[in-house]
């Protein structure tokens, strides 16, 4: 079993809708990572978070440390978001930070 | 907010040749950085943790022989593939953990063709 776990693996939503990735997770971090890959293979990191929630923009990500749990929310939905999702962990090594898992992504289409 | 480069984008080269990928924290220090790689449809995998001023740690079944990496300075750091094969092909994604914050930042990826 994976360490870092997303569902849904393919999502295809209408513009406008709510959508919401999740990512479980089973070993101690220190920090979890969403990062969006777009087709050309860039990655930019959307939000790191330790506990409770974050905010920007149309983009809000919870984490539930107790639960092992985290969800990405993507409001308002729209083509432009259409990209490769991925939630890593920070995984407790040796005391240093950086060391991150990555879950396999979720592969988002928003229709217009 | 913070950027992290690499150079270049995309490099094709031939069997045997060696490569080197420059990842640079653009406006900020990353003492530590790493470099991950992603073949077609699967996750990035870490291959080795760069550290400034000293020998990068190796994850598991990289070959540190094959994939030379030095962290010269605070805001650049190089993986060079020697004597490249055609399953060395593959997306290689450096990324930089901001020294004060710990908050890493992702490179744009290099796209690797060995032919």
């Known amino acids: 079993k994976n360490e870092v776990e997303q569902s849904p693996q393919n999502l295809t939503a209408q513009e406008g809708e709510f959508i919401t990735i999740n990512c479980s997770y089973s070993?101690?971090?220190?920090?979890l990572h969403w990062l969006q890959q777009h087709p050309g293979g860039g990655i930019v990191s959307l939000f790191m978070l330790s506990s409770g929630k974050k905010k920007h923009g149309r983009l809000i990500a919870t984490i539930n440390i107790q639960e092992k749990h985290s969800s990405l929310h993507i409001t308002a939905s729209h083509p432009r978001d259409s990209a490769v999702y991925i939630c890593?962990?920070?995984?407790?090594?040796?005391?240093?930070?950086?060391?991150?898992?990555f879950g396999k992504g979720t592969k988002l289409s928003v229709k217009p | 907010g913070a950027v992290v480069s690499q150079h270049p984008s995309w490099v094709i080269c031939k069997s045997g040749t060696s490569v080197k990928i420059e990842c640079r924290s653009l406006?900020?220090?990353?003492?530590?950085m790493f470099w991950y790689r992603q073949f077609p449809k699967q996750s990035l995998m870490l291959m080795a943790t760069?550290?400034?001023?000293?020998?990068?740690?190796?994850e598991q079944g990289v070959e540190k022989d094959k994939f030379l990496i030095n962290h010269a300075s605070l805001t650049l750091s190089t993986l060079t593939v020697t004597s490249a094969h055609p399953e060395d092909s593959s997306f290689y994604i450096c990324?930089?953990?901001?020294?004060?914050?710990?908050?890493?930042?992702f490179g744009p990826g290099t796209r690797l063709t060995v032919t």
């Open positions: 990324s930089a953990m901001n020294s004060g914050s710990y908050e890493q930042y």
């Open positions: 406006d900020f220090q990353a003492t530590t």
């Open positions: 890593a962990v920070d995984k407790f090594y040796g005391g240093s930070q950086g060391n991150l898992i």
């Open positions: 760069s550290n400034e001023g000293s020998k990068a740690t190796y």
């Open positions: 070993v101690g971090i220190s920090a």
